[in-house]
């Protein structure tokens, strides 16, 4: 709750309208107290009174009433008639989309359709239509604006409610035997509830116009009772000789409603857990930088990484993603980078190219040198010449990372254009013959085709065709196969393999199957809490690791022909990278962790085979 | 030995195109006619590849989705309704995204209280015992039972999902790629919590995994499903040792082992769920299919001992 009103109150507007809002309901409710004139009390001597005049602050209107008394009771009364209209038009909408997204079928046709019939109609005919039947009234004009806006409330949830309804949390209560309207009440309502308060809270403005707008044309209240729709319309008449009895109410609907949306919007962004973070609303193009100082190259290489450190920084919690990571890989070499969720290998691969998402994203230290050019800190457009044309990445799921409005031949020929100035007949045959180098059949009908057409290997072939596209020297793949059934994931790492021979590629290869390691890479690196543990040629670590991360993880993977046994688990779990421990990470869950394990900071030792322990398996 | 689940020829088809009136403008075969036994004790491992149907095998099996056609037997009682309730005492579901089968707006007491309530009419002290049990069988902690799904990392929510679908006190498991979410030093930890709650449980489990060596190490018997059919069914030491249906002989092949060179894997899809070929499905990828594989569905059958092959080309040493 707390962190809410932090969240609502940093957006300014948002502030801003709860003030005005929270003052205008204040005086609304305190109405009755106030030492005000009786809102009805007639005295036709003193009619039209300008704002200012004695007795009453902002005058009289054509019957001498006073204009304050009437402008608070008004408010009052069509403040109240909009919160209900929205209650009502809120609980009746969500109680419809709630049934028809869960049911679903032939219960979600038949409800669907008539809220679509309902929305058919202007909502002012609808509106009038209703009032016309029930005749003129406050309350009439409530429930016609309810009314009106049932399917707009209907449809949103209908959308949330179908979402859930598919979740594994509605099968699972299912499983645990609750019926239909036990699941419905304590399972996809709390959901749902969310989205009814938002959706209330950016449309009470709306309504509250409605109310207004019916009570103008004489269907709301009815004289004398005033709300401020009523007296809009009483002062019409006077608009030209006795202008401020239209402007008071008036410019009180212009708060009321300006305050309630400029609210309703906050809290909406406030409520929504992508909006939240603020990491969406701003990005920058590339990685913020904080470093102090360079370190130097400490030898060659095409892509020489020294000492990277990336954080994140969300509020006063430092996360240290990437900890003074060195890594370097030569013209047409595999490197692995291995190691489980959370312990930063996709992060270092990210902070290459300056693509780790700032907000929270900050490279605090260490250099990233292609072919002797640092690129961290370089400029933006530094970055985009290189983003793609030296250094292309391949993602672990294409469906997300390729355009699903646009055919996959058309985004081929864009990624080519923005590198090279070629026509775009000249991209299209580049598009042909790339898709037909990642071997996809068909390539010329298969252009056409959009993502969502194709099967996630053809999906991913067309990704790696994507990342070739600009012949690069690097290719940086980012878990490609993981998403991928084993038949599929054996040709595109077979394909890999392939194009790294025939064009010279140079692939840092991110994942965290030692499978796929042993049979692609040349060279591994494994990483543990955002530090590189182990690095060596892949055949001698994954025969005779010399960290024990990378022995035990090596024994929780089961191989193939090996027949039913018992799996050697590592207890406990990877460590938070915000709350590290001293020394070795491993060592709260090693067996063979000592006392000098616990301090201090333990060095990566060796040469070709290096290896961060003090007690190493085997000596590097 | 008793049989804990038997199927019988279940299939379930999937309309495409619904109209308001009349039939659908097509049918997908998502399972054709599945026969299963399952021993009581043992764990059949069901692997397969995304869109094999192995998941809508499972949904029938729990009762989440009526069959289109066949018979579920549990422990000799026929199961026809789909009504999750009646099948929720007898056989469970553990689901593959441990987070998002755990209501995010309730606590994991409410979450864990659910079946107990639903299932067992258990109220009170009762139910309070019933939950320690529960989660010190599963060794999590209890202060945990305060919490919200979201606090907790993948490997604890796939503990308490376990938790949750033995709160049943089912006979038989249905454990759904219960590891591929997770890490695999964490995976190895659910995997031996498993094979232990089984042996002290006396308990009975499907094993549904895309992953080949997971699967054999925790299955007695292992069946293929490719393309909504079982093409492949032994016992799991000499199931991918020796395959004897060309696909599970891919398949084997494919998973990565260390040391094995890359390359020899051949291309080749699904065939279009919407048009079926008319033999087996698996010819238009197979180097040893010959006419009679295009015109005739295979059907399974005995090729040595245990294991059963639908080919009309079995691998034979």
Redesign the interface.
Known sequence: MKLFLRLLFRNRLAGFGAVVLGAIVVLAVLTPVLPLHAPNETNTANRFLRPFAEGHLLGTDHLGRDLLSRLMWGTRLSLAVGFAAALVAGLAGAAIGVIAGYFGGRTDNVTMRGVDMLMAFPYILLALAIVAVLGPGLLNALIAVAVVNIPFFARNIRGITVGIAHREFIDAARLAGMGHTRILLTEVVPNVVPVVVIAMSTTIGWMILETAGLSFLGLGSQPPQADLGSMLGEARSALITAPHTSIVPGVMILLIVMSVNLLGDGIRDALDPRLRSGALARPMAATRVERKTVPAPEGEGLLRIDGLETQFHIGARVYKAVNKVSLDLKPGECLGLIGESGSGKSVTALSVMGLVASPPGVITGGAVRLNGQDLIGAPYEVLRALRGRKVAYIFQDPLSTLHPLYRIGDQLIEAIRVHEPVSRAQAHERAIKLLEDVRIPNARARARAFPHELSGGMRQRVGIAMAMANDPDIIIADEPTTALDVTVQAQILALLDDLRRSRGLAILFITHDFGVVGQLCDRVAVMYGGRIVETGPTAEVLEAPAHPYTRRLIACVPELGGGRRVLAAIPGLPPAVDDLPQGCAFAPRCDKAQDACRKGEIALTGAARQVRCLYPEVAP | MTLALKTTDLARTFDIGKR?FGPPRAQVHAVHPVSLDVQQGETLGIVG??GCGKSTLA?ML???LPPTSGSIEIEGRALDRAD??A??RLI??V???PV???????TIRQIME??LR??HGLKGRALDDRIAELFDAVNLRPEFLSRYPHEF?G?QAQRI?IA??L??SPRILILDEPVSAL???????V??LL?DLKSRLGLTYLFIS?D???V?????RIAVLYFGSVVETGP??SL??APRHPYTK????????????????Q?G??PDPLNPPPGCAFAGRCPRASDLCRSEVPHLRAVEGDQFAACHHPITD
Do not use: T
């Open positions: 308001l590849e995304s949904r729990v009762g989440l999750p309730a099948f929720g469970q579901y689901f593959q995204d998002s089968s755990l209501n995010p707006r309730k659910a079946p639903q299932l990392s490997g999902g949750r679908a709160a049943a890490d695999v030093s964490v995976q190895a930890q995997l031996n094979a895309h080949l060596a997971v054999e190490a925790v299955s007695d799991a030491e991918f040792a891919l398949l084997a092949e494919s998973a990565p082992v260390v040391g094995r060179p890359l390359g020899g894997a291309s899809e699904l």
